[in-house]
């Protein structure tokens, strides 16, 4: 267990949804900051006020690394934690540790070397969508399953080299961690089944390495004047391959659902399709693909006002999405409008630890979603917009299922 100041007034629900925009909104009214209960007993800070949130995601007395903040903590005893907090990777490093692994991933997510992706995102897409033409008629189709997931898992295990056959088990295990509702034992396992699939895909690329991130990473690991130890090797391909993916395919999801129940929202994107980035982004302030992305720890105490005063050594649970969502920062906020002039979210993070992979989450879906309704132009909902079902996780702001009817003409 890891020691927490404060007694715990609320648990924090592992559902997505209304429900969970819904807790946010309850938590933000209840203070700067809440002492929640999160699965396995683990206390922490709830952060879902905009400025506080914006305040602690760059406030030096906040760390990402446990190891150092809670030297007492054991790795492993929290399962459900473990694939966040365990591993040594850019999420949960600090500082010069941060920055020197940082540098090795960067390079490959600037604006000019993901715009070089974008003709293997466009056969993505085109492929995908062909096979979709097939099953157009009445039958509702899930376009989550179909779609949404298809094209970043495609692109993200393209551009590490993971080879069909391994990609089953590495998406399998990825879909089921970010799932807070699982058995403990379950936890255990699909951990472990992750670390197994790096370390066979470290072991392929090192027999036949190819044109690659993950052969890059390796080289960089045995040549480079800082080498990558093993552990944060691994730990850098989780973060890379499952970051790289589910956020996107949550991103393209809500923009679908979105869209679709706003046909005036719809009438302007046909009418100018360049407003497809306007409703990208007030997607990612709507509906931010990551809510929660466990764990902070804080350094020192932060006396945040309104008698909350966190102390040293305890967790803090950022929501992420609460800042797109605050109505101190934007006028009805809940209402999917492309037209509002103030977009701000903090979908990819702020300051230091801002997602490297933001370039290609956007690319993704600037080619996808235009090509998408012009292959269907009179693609609709199966179910009302609230009827779409969500992940059953406080962390990622899934979409379990997207039914659609495609029809063409």
Request: charged content about 25%; some cysteine; hydrophobic content about 40%.
């Amino acid at each position: 267990m890891i020691d927490f100041s404060a007694a715990t007034v609320e648990t924090i629900k592992s559902v997505g949804g209304q429900c969970m925009y819904e807790q946010v909104t309850h938590l933000r009214a209840s203070g700067p900051a809440v002492p929640v209960q999160l699965p396995e007993g683990v206390g922490a800070w709830s952060v879902s006020r905009g400025d506080v949130v914006k305040r602690l995601l760059t406030h030096p007395g906040v760390s990402r690394n446990l190891r150092e903040t809670v030297p007492a903590y054991v790795p492993g005893s929290v399962p459900w934690l473990a694939p966040w907090v365990d591993v040594e990777s850019m999420a949960t490093t600090d500082g010069s540790a941060h920055a020197r692994l940082r540098k090795l991933v960067t390079p490959a997510f600037t604006p000019r070397r993901v715009e070089k992706l974008r003709v293997q995102i466009e056969a993505i897409v085109a492929g995908l969508l062909d096979g979709l033409k097939q099953r157009a008629g009445r039958e509702p189709v899930d376009l989550h399953t179909e779609f949404s997931y298809q094209v970043p898992t495609r692109v993200i295990c393209g551009l590490f080299g993971v080879p069909d056959d391994q990609r089953p088990e590495v998406l399998r295990a990825f879909r089921v961690v970010a799932t807070t509702d699982v058995p403990e034992e379950e936890s255990v396992a699909v951990f472990n089944d992750l670390e197994a699939a790096m370390r066979l895909l470290i072991d392929t690329k090192r027999e036949t390495p190819g044109d690659d991130l993950t052969s890059f990473l390796i080289a960089a690991r045995d040549s480079g004047e800082e080498p990558l130890t093993s552990h944060e090797l691994i730990s850098t391909l989780l973060l890379m391959i499952g970051g790289g993916s589910q956020t996107t395919i949550n991103l393209i999801d809500h923009t679908i659902r979105e869209v679709l129940a706003r046909p005036d929202q719809l009438d302007l994107l046909r009418s100018d399709p360049d407003r497809w980035d306007d409703a990208i982004e007030e997607s990612l302030r709507a509906h931010c693909p990551v809510m929660h992305l466990p764990m902070r720890w804080a350094t020192e105490d932060i006396d945040l006002g309104e008698g909350v005063v966190i102390r040293a050594g305890d967790a803090i649970l950022i929501c992420y999405g609460a800042h797109g969502r605050d109505p101190g920062v934007h006028q009805d906020p809940e209402t999917f409008d492309i037209n509002r002039e103030n977009k701000d979210h903090l979908a990819f993070g702020l300051g230091a630890h801002f997602c490297p992979g933001s370039h290609l989450a956007r690319l993704e879906a600037r080619v996808a979603l235009p090509a998408l309704f012009d292959c269907f132009p009179e693609l609709a909902l199966a179910v009302a917009p609230q009827d779409v079902r969500p992940g059953q996780t406080f962390i990622g702001n899934d979409i379990a299922a997207l039914p659609v009817r495609l029809r063409r003409t």
